[in-house]
């Protein structure tokens, strides 16, 4: 097997954003640590490895999509420490991201000829997961401890049991509601009404045994979230 560059050492070639259209309109862009022939499945293994390298303080959920017109590596960021809340920071830490992912890869493409050809497509994705994290560690709005983890959330919750939203962001119509609960599945739980609750990643759940709280936020309200007070129904 090759032996790879140390991961976190920087590349000797232009790095893929540092690269440029030549005056015919070629973009020629070849990675250092390709190999070639090299399925999806083992260079997602390796760019996983090395973004962890790259990255040590940063957490990452790698998953691939396969097309007709090729293939695509996508990095969804779970949490990092940096403050992402705005466009030029997202901007800059996705290009640095990508940069490091396309190492691995190629890309040959003329602006004029319509042409592309290249190893994969690759994407950076910043979503709830981590801006619940910068939420939680700003201790930003009604904040639940951990005692309950989702996966427990979902063996003890019934049929039967009462949930009622008291804070949700202006455009939640069902303040104060309350619910019973009608049905408990794998991704969510089905409410009277009917109505439905997406139950989210473990990242993005808190629940203390009465209250319990789901992180919605997005780049625009980075705090945003739902806060429940769950009653069993024995109790209610």
Sequence with gaps: MPTEPN??????APLYSQTEFDERGNFHYQGDLQQPGESLAAI?????????ACFPDTRFAMRTQTFSGGRKIIA???????DLTGRDAQQDFS????DQIERF???RSNIYQDSHHCAFFCEVTIG???WAALAKRRRAGSMVDSVVSLAAFKRR????DQMKLISAPGWYRSIGTTRAVQAVRSKDIILEGPSYLTLPRAAQFACDGKLV????????SPDAHLLYQWTPAKAA
């Design 105 to 107: 890869g190629f890309t």
């Design 76 to 82: 969804d960021l779970l949490d990092t420490p940096e």
């Design 128 to 130: 709830q997961a981590y």
């Design 213 to 220: 709280r789901i992180a919605i936020g997005t780049e625009d």
């Design 157 to 160: 919750i019934k049929p039967g």
């Design 44 to 52: 997602v293994a390796r760019v996983d490895r090395h973004l962890r």
């Design 95 to 98: 290009v640095k991201v990508k």
């Design 7 to 12: 991961p976190a050492a920087a590349s000797a």
